[in-house]
């Protein structure tokens, strides 16, 4: 047994009384809080979190990182890592994805939503250093190679399946065709769905107009002259009807999610989490979500780093800096339990992740010099 106190404690969504303490077993699991009297507390510099949850990454594109230039727009980017992405021999691409998983653990994530379009990440997955949400990523505007997507993802699901839990999802709306989205909603009762949801401009205005820049883009690799199934007022509202089976639904990066999208969304009343990669939103569009009015209007945030290809580094500290910089009038808590019991929440981990409670081992991180500015200095005190 192990007792940690420290000058802050945080317990996965708020600040601790001052003086609290947290006594774990030797696995790490949380057996009571406040007595001290059964074991002298360590006391800890800075402040006591649960370990993080990364909400959205993609391990297998890491041996991407340094790769692309910033600032160069969502199409501009996509095309750089469609053409990129295997350009690698297998034994690379798996020693990118151990050490950027290494990465997360030493800076306090110990769970991940991520993205797969292949079965890189599964040796290392199924080691279990840290708990896995796979979401098994669907891409295709052509729609007679629907039923080859779909075995295609159904093998790479069991596969995943064998260690942790794995969900098929969409890419995004513009790289999908509408019998891809149907055929992937029928498949998700019960599920957790993720999808990229408004990282460009441009896709909103396929939606709305059938034109610009995404137009050329999907030209381009159907072969076909466009011809809009869908529209709305905005991508949002004219694909997410489709989308009703998913028991919960993870939007990432909503970088130009307006007022009336999420006013779209509370009236659908479905289970909804916001996705946050600041540095992602910098790095390609240079340009964050309108965070503050997420946070008016009651929206569960959570937070992910997206992938090496898009960011310098997968900590959700350096994602948390972002968010402090730009919205200063925004509490800490509110960043903190994003990345905590939210995102817990978000992968269906709230059972023994996200939050110190009893009977949970959600790991323990110390973040020394948390009221400085300073790049955060990180100790790992105890594994989820
Ligand atoms: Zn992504």
């Given at each position: 047994?192990?007792?940690?106190?420290?000058?802050?404690?945080?317990?996965?969504?708020?600040?601790?009384?001052?003086?609290?303490?947290?006594?774990?077993?030797n696995s790490g699991r949380?057996?009571?809080?406040?007595?001290?009297?059964?074991?002298?507390?360590?006391?800890?510099?800075?402040?006591?979190?649960p370990g993080m949850i990364n909400a959205h990454c993609h391990l297998e594109l890491s041996h991407?990182k340094?790769?692309?230039?910033?600032?160069?727009?969502?199409?501009?980017?996509?095309?750089?890592?469609?053409?990129?992405?295997?350009?690698v021999e297998e034994s690379h691409r798996i020693m990118a994805i151990v050490d950027a998983e290494q990465r997360m653990l030493e800076r306090g994530i110990v769970a991940v939503g991520d993205i797969c379009n292949g079965l890189s990440t599964a040796e290392t997955k199924a080691k279990a250093r840290m708990h896995y949400h796979s979401f098994v990523?669907?891409?295709?505007?052509?729609?007679?190679?629907?039923?080859?997507?779909?075995?295609?993802?159904?093998t790479l699901q069991s596969t995943f399946q064998k260690t942790h839990a794995a969900s098929?999802?969409?890419?995004?709306?513009?790289?999908?065709?509408?019998?891809?989205?149907?055929?992937?909603?029928?498949?998700?009762?019960?599920?957790?769905?993720?999808?990229?949801?408004?990282?460009?401009?441009?896709?909103?205005?396929?939606?709305?107009?059938?034109?610009?820049?995404?137009?050329?883009?999907?030209?381009?690799?159907?072969?076909?002259?466009?011809?809009?199934?869908?529209?709305?007022?905005?991508?949002?509202?004219?694909?997410?009807?489709?989308?009703?089976?998913?028991?919960?639904?993870?939007?990432?990066?909503?970088?130009?999610?307006?007022?009336?999208?999420?006013?779209?969304?509370?009236?659908?009343?479905?289970?909804?989490?916001?996705?946050?990669?600041?540095?992602?939103?910098?790095?390609?569009?240079?340009?964050?979500?309108?965070?503050?009015?997420?946070?008016?209007?009651?929206?569960?945030?959570?937070?992910?780093t997206?992938s090496l290809?898009?960011?310098?580094?997968l900590c959700l500290?350096?994602?948390?800096?972002?968010?402090?910089?730009?919205?200063?009038?925004?509490?800490?808590?509110?960043?903190?339990?994003?990345?905590?019991?939210?995102g817990a929440?978000?992968l269906n981990m709230?059972?023994h992740l996200?939050?110190?409670?009893?009977?949970?081992k959600p790991g323990v991180v110390?973040?020394?010099?948390?009221?400085?500015?300073?790049?955060?200095?990180?100790?790992v005190l105890e594994k989820a």
């Amino acid at each position: 047994m192990k007792s940690y106190t420290a000058d802050t404690l945080f317990d996965g969504k708020n600040f601790m009384l001052e003086g609290s303490s947290i006594q774990v077993d030797n696995s790490g699991r949380i057996i009571s809080f406040n007595q001290p009297e059964n074991c002298q507390p360590i006391h800890c510099e800075g402040l006591l979190m649960p370990g993080m949850i990364n909400a959205h990454c993609h391990l297998e594109l890491s041996h991407l990182k340094n790769k692309f230039t910033q600032h160069t727009g969502l199409i501009s980017f996509l095309k750089s890592v469609m053409s990129t992405r295997h350009e690698v021999e297998e034994s690379h691409r798996i020693m990118a994805i151990v050490d950027a998983e290494q990465r997360m653990l030493e800076r306090g994530i110990v769970a991940v939503g991520d993205i797969c379009n292949g079965l890189s990440t599964a040796e290392t997955k199924a080691k279990a250093r840290m708990h896995y949400h796979s979401f098994v990523e669907c891409v295709g505007l052509n729609e007679d190679r629907v039923p080859e997507i779909m075995q295609h993802a159904f093998t790479l699901q069991s596969t995943f399946q064998k260690t942790h839990a794995a969900s098929l999802v969409l890419h995004a709306p513009y790289s999908v065709s509408k019998l891809l989205m149907e055929s992937i909603n029928k498949e998700s009762s019960n599920s957790i769905h993720s999808i990229h949801n408004q990282e460009s401009a441009e896709e909103n205005r396929l939606f709305q107009e059938a034109r610009g820049e995404f137009v050329p883009f999907i030209e381009g690799i159907t072969g076909k002259p466009y011809s809009a199934k869908l529209r709305g007022s905005s991508s949002l509202q004219a694909y997410f009807p489709l989308l009703s089976n998913p028991q919960q639904h993870l939007l990432v990066h909503n970088t130009f999610c307006a007022e009336e999208d999420i006013d779209f969304l509370h009236a659908h009343k479905q289970n909804i989490f916001f996705c946050l990669c600041p540095n992602a939103n910098m790095f390609i569009e240079n340009r964050l979500p309108l965070v503050t009015l997420f946070l008016q209007k009651d929206c569960r945030i959570v937070i992910g780093t997206d992938s090496l290809a898009s960011n310098y580094d997968l900590c959700l500290f350096s994602e948390i800096e972002v968010l402090r910089t730009n919205f200063p009038e925004v509490d800490l808590s509110v960043w903190l339990h994003a990345a905590c019991l939210q995102g817990a929440k978000a992968l269906n981990m709230e059972n023994h992740l996200g939050s110190f409670e009893l009977g949970k081992k959600p790991g323990v991180v110390q973040w020394i010099n948390w009221n400085k500015k300073d790049k955060a200095k990180v100790a790992v005190l105890e594994k989820a």
